[in-house]
């Protein structure tokens, strides 16, 4: 490993659920070495460092070799808020809005559920102070909070012992005057992290806007001192580039940037993992490929359509119902769209109240991880079921360093089969099923959302089970291809090697379209402009290379939604009032089959994407193949009630380009498995991507078939 000559190398962090995956890079050869090690929770540093000494270790680098930006993606900013485990958070509102988070929306997500329950607000009431102060939807500021009030707030906020503080006040999106005269006082004399709203989410709607701010005001003290004590080792240990932190909509900004507005953070590992996905799309000639990430917590799906993935401008996190929208905390941040699931290999298996086999959202996490981890888990998981059917070999988990006790995960089916009246394998083989038949529903509901049809869509899978599970999803959502690339356990920290510097902002400025002023709509965008620039000036980029692409959110004049349309790019407003109706007219049509005519549209926000490329990585392509050999074999069972298969075993390394095999078939890697179900046929790609096609749907593997 020490021989080879590293010229440009890059290292990645993606913290997960359960595994903490580190990727270095060369950027010049396209070398990569990978490593995967179990999370800490309780001190997530911990794993970082075990990673990336282990990863240099086997590169044989020093810190001090690695000269470019890490890049990181993190789990932190949303396992905190659906756990509830965010700091003490104050929140300042404008007098007579302290209950707007209890309040909500009003929108009830199921109106015939009379025990409806959303998660607890991200600052408790006790925690929510008002202000007597006041903005004009004109942005006048009609009374400016006095000093008296502000000093009484500060120590109201010191007395409740608060670790940060949000700010919202009353249409402070259009003047955040009374805001930022807020922020200066707090930040001077109570010594705390302050975020105000007009930062965070300056966009019109109360409840969202103060919901984002509330949960980013929560999630300062758990990020902020994280990032710290990050840069704090690396600067220790003598590394010599500075930290990129990978956004929700796909881009990466400073770490001092994302510690100002860590709910920017929210889907940080799942946004690296579908530039991946549009990475490899643009190697393979993929104009769409569904993107399936399962790790050992979660499981996410993404479409990559025409080279790019889809964004949404509000992310709802922390839901009550994982599959009901509404129940959670609508933020309004720029992510990639997707879909997410308790679907892991750490997901726990348990009988409900009706004697039925369910599997997840609960997950084993790294600690104690799944019974076959042999940590002190006792309820079967994922990984367990995987195990005991044979897809998983215990002693090459983690290429041999970290061996599965298949005894205990036999035991630990055992004990919710006995329940059900099946055998440990048949309550795996119900398991491994019921998984797939989640992931696989959550995706479809996804696409149906979307107005998307998934079938014949190709899979690129990756994640530590993605892999396992990939065959027995596409299956289930009649897909007929799925591509499992080089080092797909760890693709998401590769992802954030490939994604641009970037930032999306916004602001509301409601004007109809034909009345917009072109100055004042010119002094909006100076502003995000510059906000643009600043950004990525912080994370290396030079004015010179900064990209502004436009967007609105329009409706039609007396509508309560808006959809996003993004007209053009350039240093200034890029189109003309014709040209943007035509562009909402479009898009309105594809998602409502219809427009209105003879009704103006009016524009209620306005958004600039501000990004530069990022440098180009090419991998290398692996040597021509001289015919798969396989280096063994193992029984295995695909289904329920199903006789095990004598299956050959394929060593990933020992695959050339070219060559080809029929499943079944299982191909293992040190850090994932790729399990080729009977009825694909698989062939090896230039660069090592193992391409599996679905070649016969009438395959019977069940006891009894003929």
């Not at 930062?199 to 902020?224: F, H, K, L």
């Not at 600067?235 to 932190?245: E, I, K, N």
């Not at 409706?555 to 240093?571: F, K, L, P």
Request: negative net charge; hydrophobic residues 40%; glycine residues 12%.
């Amino acid at each position: 490993m020490g021989e080879r000559t590293w010229v440009d190398p890059r290292l990645a962090v993606d913290i997960g659920g359960t595994f903490t995956d580190v990727v270095l890079l060369d950027a010049s050869t396209g070398e990569v070495v990978v490593d995967k090690t179990l999370t800490t929770p309780s001190n997530p540093l911990d794993g970082v460092r075990t990673g990336v000494g282990q990863v240099l270790e086997r590169a044989g680098l020093r810190p001090g070799d690695i000269t470019a930006p890490i890049v990181h993606a993190t789990t932190l900013v949303t396992n905190a808020l659906i756990e509830g485990k965010t700091g003490r958070a104050g929140l300042v509102t404008t007098a007579g809005f302290g209950d707007t988070l209890l309040i909500r929306d009003e929108h009830r997500y199921d109106m015939y559920d009379l025990q409806i329950e959303f998660p607890p607000p991200p600052v408790p009431r006790e925690l929510t102070f008002e202000l007597d102060e006041r903005t004009a939807a004109t942005g006048a500021r009609l009374h400016e909070p006095t000093r008296e009030a502000l000093d009484r707030l500060t120590e109201s906020l010191r007395a409740a012992e608060v670790e940060a503080v949000g700010v919202c006040l009353l249409n402070a999106y259009v003047n955040a005057g009374n805001e930022q005269l807020v922020a200066d006082h707090l930040r001077a004399q109570l010594g705390v992290p302050v975020c105000i709203s007009a930062d965070v989410s300056p966009q019109i709607r109360e409840y969202p806007r103060m919901v984002t701010t509330a949960c980013n005001a929560a999630t300062m003290p758990v990020i902020g001192p994280y990032l710290d004590e990050l840069q704090k080792w690396l600067s220790t240990q003598g590394f010599g580039g500075s930290v990129l932190m990978m956004l929700s909509n796909g881009g990466v900004v400073s770490a001092d940037d994302a510690a100002r507005v860590p709910i920017r953070l929210v889907e940080s590992g799942p946004a690296a993992g579908a530039l991946a996905g549009t990475w490899f799309a643009e190697r393979l000639g993929e104009d769409r490929l569904l993107c399936f990430d399962m790790g050992g917590t979660t499981a996410k799906a993404c479409l990559i359509e025409h080279g790019e993935p889809e964004l949404t401008n509000t992310f709802e996190v922390a839901r009550v119902y994982r599959f009901k929208k509404g129940s959670g905390f609508p933020v309004s941040v720029p992510s990639v769209d997707l879909v997410e699931i308790g679907a892991g290999g750490g997901s726990l298996a348990r009988t409900d109240t009706f004697g039925l086999l369910k599997v997840g959202p609960e997950s084993a996490g790294a600690e104690p991880g799944p019974a076959s981890y042999g940590r002190g888990g006792t309820e079967p998981a994922v990984t367990d079921a995987d195990v005991l059917l044979g897809l998983l070999d215990p002693g090459a988990f983690l290429g041999g360093d970290m061996p599965l006790d298949a005894a205990a995960a036999a035991d630990a089916a055992r004990s919710v089969g006995d329940r059900l009246g099946l055998s440990a394998v048949d309550t795996a083989a119900g398991i491994h099923e019921i998984v797939n038949q989640n992931m696989a529903a959550a995706a479809r509901m996804h696409a149906v959302e979307q107005g998307i049809d998934l079938r014949g869509v190709s899979l690129l899978a990756f994640g530590g089970a993605g892999p396992v599970h990939a065959c027995g999803v596409a299956e289930l959502l009649e897909a007929e291809r799925v591509i499992f690339p080089v080092n797909a356990s760890v693709l998401s920290a590769f992802g954030t090697l490939v994604s641009p510097v970037r930032i999306d902002l916004a602001r509301s400025m409601p004007r109809r379209l034909d009345a917009v002023d072109p100055a004042e709509r010119d002094a909006v965008l100076d502003d995000l402009r510059d906000e643009g620039r600043r950004v990525l000036a912080s994370a290396g980029v030079s004015a010179a290379d900064v990209r502004f692409r436009y967007g609105i959110d329009a409706r039609y004049s007396g509508q309560g939604n808006e959809v996003t349309i993004w007209v053009g790019e350039g240093d200034g407003w890029p189109a003309d009032d014709t040209g943007v109706l035509a562009a909402f007219e479009a898009e309105y049509r594809r998602i409502f089959g219809l427009t209105i005519p003879d009704v103006p549209i009016e524009v209620v926000t306005w958004r600039i994407s501000a990004s530069a490329d990022a440098e180009r990585v090419d991998a290398g392509p692996i040597p021509d193949g001289t015919g798969a050999t396989p280096t063994g074999e193992r029984p295995v069972v695909f289904a329920r009630d199903a006789e095990p298969v004598a299956t050959p075993v394929y060593r990933r390394t020992e695959l050339g380009a070219g060559d080809s095999f029929d499943g079944p078939a299982i191909v293992e890697e040190r850090e994932t498995t790729a399990v080729v179900r009977p009825g694909w046929r698989v062939e090896v790609a230039a660069d090592g991507s193992l391409v599996a096609t679905r070649s016969d749907t009438r395959i019977e593997t069940r006891k009894g078939a003929r």
